[in-house]
């Protein structure tokens, strides 16, 4: 069954890369990721929506309530947008396959949405039971945020299943922003962008369009109101997107922006904003990044910080932001057609997105540090040292990933006028065009990927396969591939022809550049597309604060206690420090004559992937190990 995919840009606009209709998953590593999403997260999400009050806020409005007679709203301010990620990701997962229960929960839960809409189109339930004037407090009031994952969840019914019930409301509700927002309004959190222009798509009404652009032209201006300690950069208001150079301020709304100003720089073709992005896109990886593809450093106001200011116990992380990270990396992938682009949304994906749930589809982090110390016990639920929690008051993170993982089949591959292109490896088959692909592999495990043109047309095309950055060993068909690209193989294909890459994967230790101090004479280890990570279950005996790497000899290992058989573990020869208890307690010694461990011996460490961490208990760990010094 073809879908079209989550973003399609128009006919007319300015990419070089056009996604593919008929990409499917089957199997393997993220074929299992998915039916599990299918069968317990997003059954699991229903229930902690509804438990939230967030249906109840919906029901209360179809009833007429609020108005002149204020009546009480659950949950947070934007509790709609839950519900509408939520069904975004029912809408994906009946598009791969059709249920009859996923069917009656959507069509329920939109037919709730579309009661609740008013006579004009608005739809915001906070501020229709409270009774507050309509965009009054838009700094804080996430009313066109609210609107902006409905647009994308009404996109995605009609897409994945045809049901216009949501399109329908969604377009009311445009409509009238389109007639009644005041020019000069605001949304204190950005993502209405990225719907409207999404809308303006699979519609073809130009005020979509039109508004999608206002918006993201009005921003660095300072209209939105301040509050608190926060300046206008917090809310991405302080330079003009198409000025700034680098990204700042609250780490999910200025990828929200940034995705939803590149829609509206292809579709208007203007090329000197999407050069701004992608100059803001560089600065981004090269000095805000974390190693995992993780996003902000600063927990207060869930931020950026400056530049190469990125502490791994310290990080913030938050894996909706890792999200955005994607969904503007995919435009600008589209854009652009640099593989650079698709490097970071795999390394994102696997290493950003993907601890924020549990393997077992249960429990959830919404923030990713990359350092857990020993004894840490915070009094905040977000913390990693308190493990994944089962759900959070604030929620926006668990829907999030349950849509992106129902979608990510529209994320494997592009086509263009000359063939078709692999930017994300694992088993399925991808049609585009004349042009049907199977792909079989067992990445990120190995990095053998095979893959078998079942139909062709008569015309030679080119087969480009991604070839990731740190793939220094890559080969297809025994001949070198060069890392960081592309490599193309153009000629008149048959049915049954093959090819095969090999990745080279292997593991290896990765430093950080001189400026990122705070990982000075420490490595990391990497594997394939995977970061690792030192977790205290696996070293019994020893704390994780106080082990080091002794030597570089990365070996692959068999399976630990506690994770899936398939998880490939790294192993190394180390060095556990033991620290002297009675020193005086004062951290700090001469820098003439510094204070060494009292002793050190051999350790044997074991390094598992960083997103299967804190499955077998929250405990020490780390990313960043230093190295001993013989």
Same mark, same amino acid.
């Given at each position: 069954m073809s879908v079209d995919p989550v973003v399609r840009p128009g006919a007319g606009a300015a990419v070089t890369l056009r996604p593919v209709t008929g990409a499917r998953l089957r199997d393997g590593f993220w074929g299992a990721r998915q039916r599990v999403n299918r069968e317990v997260t997003i059954p699991l999400g229903g229930e902690r929506v509804h438990e939230s009050g967030a249906f109840d806020n919906l029901r209360q409005a179809a009833r007429g309530g609020g108005g002149e007679h204020p009546a009480e709203h659950g949950g947070k301010i934007f509790a709609d947008s839950?519900?509408?990620?939520?069904?975004?990701?029912?809408?994906?997962?009946?598009?791969?396959?059709?249920?009859?229960?996923?069917?009656?929960?959507?069509?329920?839960?939109s037919e709730l949405v579309a009661a609740a809409q008013c006579a004009d189109g608005y739809l915001h339930t906070h501020t229709q039971l409270t009774g507050r004037r309509r965009y009054s407090d838009l700094a804080s009031s996430h009313e066109l945020y609210c609107a902006g994952h409905l647009m994308q969840a009404a996109v995605a019914g009609r897409r994945a299943t045809g049901d216009e019930t949501l399109l329908r409301v969604a377009a009311r509700f445009a409509d009238h922003l389109a007639?009644?927002?005041?020019?000069?309004a605001l949304d204190g959190h950005p993502e209405v962008e990225m719907g409207l222009a999404e809308l303006h798509r699979e519609t073809g009404v130009p005020a979509y369009l039109d508004l999608a652009a206002r918006q993201v032209a009005a921003r660095g201006r300072s209209l939105i109101q301040l509050k608190g300690h926060h300046g206008p950069g917090y809310r991405q208001d302080r330079v003009p997107v198409a000025e700034a150079t680098t990204v700042e301020g609250h780490a999910v709304r200025a990828m929200y922006l940034a995705a939803g100003a590149t829609d509206v720089a292809v579709e208007t073709s203007d090329l000197d904003l999407l050069a701004a992005l992608h100059r803001q896109w560089r600065d981004m990886v090269?000095?805000?990044?974390?190693?995992?593809?993780?996003? *902000?450093?600063?927990?207060? $106001?869930?931020?950026?910080?400056?530049?190469?200011?990125?502490? &791994?116990? =310290?990080?913030?992380? #938050?894996?909706?932001?890792?999200?955005?990270?994607i969904q503007w990396s995919w435009r600008m992938l589209l854009a652009t057609g640099d593989a650079a682009f698709a490097d970071l949304i795999e390394r994102t994906l696997y290493n950003a997105v993907l601890p924020g749930v549990s393997l077992d589809g249960e429990h959830?982090?919404?923030?990713?540090?990359?350092?857990?110390?020993?004894?840490?016990?915070?009094?905040?639920?977000?913390?990693?040292?308190?493990?994944?929690?089962?759900?959070?008051?604030?929620a926006c993170c668990p829907p999030n990933v349950m849509r992106l993982f129902s979608s990510l089949d529209h994320y494997l591959a592009t086509g263009d006028g000359d063939g078709v292109q692999l930017?994300?490896?694992?088993? *399925?088959?991808?049609?585009? $065009?004349?042009?049907?692909?199977?792909?079989?592999?067992?990445? &990120?495990? =190995?990095?053998?990927? #095979?893959?078998?043109?079942?139909?062709t047309p008569d015309q030679p095309w080119t087969l480009s396969a991604r070839i990731p950055a740190w793939a220094d060993a890559a080969g297809m068909d025994g001949r070198p591939a060069e890392p960081g690209g592309y490599h193309r193989v153009r000629r008149a294909w048959r049915p049954g022809d093959?090819?095969?890459?090999?990745?080279?994967?292997?593991?290896?230790?990765?430093?950080?550049?001189?400026?990122?101090?705070?990982?000075?004479g420490q490595v990391a280890v990497e594997r394939g597309p995977l970061v690792y990570c030192l977790e205290q279950a696996d070293h019994p005996g020893v704390i994780v604060d106080d082990l080091c790497l002794a030597a570089a000899d990365l070996r692959d290992a068999s399976a630990v206690a506690g994770?899936?058989?398939?998880?490939?573990?790294?192993?190394?020869?180390?060095?556990?420090?033991?620290?002297?208890?009675?020193?005086?307690?004062?951290?700090y010694r001469t820098a003439a004559a510094p204070q060494e461990p009292e002793h050190a011996g051999p350790a044997d460490l074991t390094f598992v992937p960083y997103y299967a961490w804190a499955n077998r208990g929250a405990g020490p760990m780390t990313v960043w190990t230093p190295m001993h010094r013989a």
């Open positions: 839950d519900v509408y990620k939520w069904l975004e990701a029912l809408a994906w997962e009946r598009g791969r396959r059709e249920d009859d229960g996923l069917a009656r929960s959507y069509a329920q839960a007639k009644d927002l005041p020019a000069d090269a000095t805000k990044t974390y190693l995992t593809g993780g996003l *902000g450093s600063n927990w207060y $106001g869930e931020a950026f910080g400056g530049h190469h200011e990125l502490a &791994p116990d =310290t990080a913030y992380c #938050e894996t909706c932001a890792a999200i955005g990270s959830f982090f919404y923030v990713n540090a990359l350092r857990v110390r020993a004894g840490a016990d915070p009094d905040d639920l977000r913390a990693p040292a308190r493990g994944r929690q089962g759900w959070y008051g604030t930017h994300l490896y694992a088993p *399925g088959t991808v049609r585009a $065009g004349g042009v049907l692909l199977e792909v079989e592999t067992g990445y &990120p495990w =190995t990095g053998r990927v #095979e893959i078998v043109v079942r139909e093959r090819v095969v890459l090999d990745l080279g994967i292997r593991p290896r230790l990765t430093a950080a550049v001189p400026r990122l101090d705070v990982a000075r994770l899936p058989a398939d998880v490939v573990p790294v192993t190394a020869r180390g060095r556990a420090h033991v620290h002297r208890e009675d020193d005086g307690g004062f951290p």
